[in-house]
């Protein structure tokens, strides 16, 4: 989507980098665990300078919670990414390389896994193996994968009929490093424009995760510190606001980022 | 759409929905512990083996992983989808208590989120380049952006909590013994911030595609030559360029159902609705897998079936696809 100002484009990265500073100088902007007690609990935002933005109803720091949960929400994010491109570009290659039952097996299993409700999957998924960290990203590969294919095996489909694949094949290399090493490459440039997209939606379903008690029990998630300050929304409503708004900013952050990535590379149009 | 066609769509639904049947399966065999477990342990009896063995025995759950899958498919054919543990009822009915509650919020929600990506992106197509596409795409970007449960939240706080205009959260007044005009008014009343919700985190998708159909279609030769016939604007806007528009827009609404779906779990959960969504997080806060499972399959099939609707509407509004299809195929 395009905005107006030539300064737009530098909006997601300044953003993004703002968080990344933010999730590696965790521990010196707010050193020690973020899910001690340290002061008084629902100190109000802005009233203490030790604690600028409050704690929650058990004392603990709402500032520490919103850097360390910069670390959960960026690193879960982007393996979440990682892993749902990466089995997507796997998944994709062989299926539009191969072709034949191959192809129609894979895609079958594509169509399939797009018809299960994501999130309702990702939610299965962490509820049967178990609520950590690893398992969240797992959840979210598993069930998110199939755009990432069909994109990837349209690209492989057109790459594939090129010259210079014909080439490698009349020099006998052998059809697994073609498909990998010639074709992959030069059908991976639209997935650059999926690839912010999904490191959105990885964050979004995480901090859902979390906010319905899925996450990392031992992490401090900005999904995990919206359901915890419900309960307070009528008292203290800025702790249900502060961790949501940096969840919107940091989904905003990837996306535009995302955005400006595809644009530069000439793939504007096609997000 | 024909009959056939119809037909022909609905085969096409079931090696998927074997596949999901055999994804499920495999799920419950990952998870730890079979159903006589969860039933000793609700009974007290966890330690006695003789009697865990005796009841996989009679159960089935004891034969081979390919005999209890074929148990598991056949039980499915017949619509037999298990016995949920919390609630101690069959799962499907479970389920079809809770279906429509559901059903109304996506519906709405879709809706919804359809009405304002349509008339918005329309607006922002025709604006392009000023102030209005401006502020109305970067609200969609934003909108985009935001946790559903925390916009329903933030909804909350302004409209229930602040203004005490709408209610907190269920389905309808509790104590209300309201009938008719005044129930519906009610629910409808309650529905307002959940699907308010979901329209708003949902429909910047359908604003781009409507934006972006708009804006190809202006620079169509039809528009083109309907301009040069000298044809009044509103009519060219509405007839050569908004309406086939209107067709990546209602192709991506099936395609965004299963989301949209996804949505709702989190969404009726903040707003205290007893729908489906809500449904799914009660059975995983009480690990009661066979729930788990059969809200899995039938948001699956409810998701095909919304695919089947959004394909009749897309033969209405483009006459090409439909019954010329239909007669190809010998109607």
New interface residues.
């Given amino acids: 989507?395009?905005?107006?100002s030539p300064w737009s484009g530098l909006i997601g990265p300044a953003l993004l980098l703002l968080l990344v500073l933010a999730a590696l100088l965790a521990p010196l902007l707010a050193p020690g665990d973020p899910l001690d007690m340290v002061a008084r609990p629902l100190t109000a935002p802005f009233t203490d300078a030790w604690f600028p933005l409050g704690t929650d109803q058990l004392g603990r720091d709402v500032w520490a919670g919103l850097v360390h949960g910069a670390r959960v929400s960026l690193v879960v994010g982007l393996a979440a990414a990682a892993a749902t491109l990466g089995v997507g570009i796997l998944a994709g290659t062989v299926a539009g390389f191969r072709g034949g039952l191959v192809d129609d097996g894979l895609m079958?299993?594509t169509?399939?896994?797009?018809?299960?409700?994501?999130?309702?999957?990702a939610?299965?998924?962490v509820?049967?193996?178990g609520a950590s960290a690893g398992n969240v990203v797992l959840a979210i590969a598993i069930s998110s994968w199939p755009p990432a294919a069909r994109l990837v095996r349209a690209e492989v489909l057109r790459v594939k009929t090129l010259d210079y694949v014909d080439a490698a094949r009349i020099a006998g290399m052998a059809p697994l490093a073609i498909a990998f090493v010639e074709v992959l490459p030069g059908a991976l440039q639209p997935v650059v424009a999926l690839a912010g997209i999904t490191v959105?939606e990885a964050i979004?379903v995480e901090?859902?995760l979390a906010?319905?008690?899925?996450g990392d029990p031992n992490l401090q998630s900005w999904?995990s510190m919206?359901a915890n300050g419900?309960a307070l929304?009528?008292t203290a409503?800025s702790l249900?606001?502060l961790p949501?708004l940096c969840?919107?900013?940091a989904?905003?952050a990837v996306?535009?980022t995302g955005d400006g990535l595809a644009r530069r590379l000439g793939l504007g149009?096609r997000s | 759409m024909s009959w056939r066609r119809l037909g022909r769509r609905l085969l096409q639904a079931v090696?998927?929905l074997l596949?999901?049947a055999i994804?499920v399966f495999v799920?419950l065999e990952?998870?730890q512990g079979d159903a006589v477990d969860a039933y000793l342990a609700g009974i007290g009896g966890a330690g006695d083996l003789t009697l865990a063995a005796e009841l996989r025995q009679r159960y089935g759950l004891a034969d081979s992983l390919g005999a209890r899958f074929l148990t598991y498919a056949t039980s499915l054919a017949t619509l037999d989808l298990g016995w949920s543990i919390a609630f101690a009822r069959p799962v499907l009915d479970v389920i079809l208590e809770r279906l429509p509650k559901t059903l109304l919020l996506m519906g709405s929600g879709i809706l919804l989120a359809a009405l304002l990506g349509i008339g918005l992106g329309a607006l922002a197509a025709l604006r392009r380049?000023r102030?209005t596409d401006?502020v109305v795409?970067?609200a969609?970007?934003?909108l985009?952006?935001?946790?559903?449960?925390?916009l329903g939240?933030?909804l909350?706080?302004v409209f229930s909590?602040e203004l005490r205009w709408l209610p907190l959260g269920g389905f309808s007044t509790l104590d209300s013994r309201a009938t008719g005009l005044a129930a519906v008014l009610d629910t409808a009343r309650h529905l307002v911030l959940p699907a308010a919700t979901l329209g708003l985190t949902y429909f910047a998708l359908y604003l781009?595609l409507m934006r972006?159909a708009m804006l190809a279609a202006a620079e169509s030769g039809w528009v083109t030559a309907a301009k040069a016939r000298g044809l009044p604007t509103r009519r060219i806007v509405l007839r050569h360029m908004a309406r086939p528009a209107l067709l990546p827009v209602v192709t991506m609404l099936g395609l965004q159902s299963?989301?949209m779906?996804?949505?709702s779990?989190?969404v009726e959960?903040v707003f205290a609705i007893p729908g489906l969504g809500s449904l799914?997080?009660e059975a995983?806060?009480q690990?009661d897998?066979p729930l788990?499972?059969g809200?899995?399959l039938a948001?699956?099939v409810l998701?095909?079936l919304v695919n089947i609707l959004v394909d009749i509407v897309y033969g209405r509004l483009d006459p090409r696809v439909g019954d010329n299809l239909g007669r190809v195929a010998g109607d």
């Fill in positions: 989507m395009r905005m107006g079958r299993l169509e399939a896994f797009q018809t299960v409700p994501t999130f309702l999957l939610l299965a998924l509820s049967v193996l959105g979004l901090s859902a906010f319905l008690g899925l999904g919206v419900r929304i009528r409503p249900v606001i949501g969840i919107a900013m989904v905003l996306s535009l149009t | 090696p998927v596949l999901v994804g799920l990952l998870a380049g102030p401006t795409t970067t969609a970007l934003v985009n952006a935001t946790p559903g449960f925390w939240l933030l909350i706080i909590v781009r972006g299963g989301t779906l996804g949505g779990v989190v959960t799914a997080f995983v806060s690990r897998l788990l499972a809200i899995l948001g699956t998701v095909v």
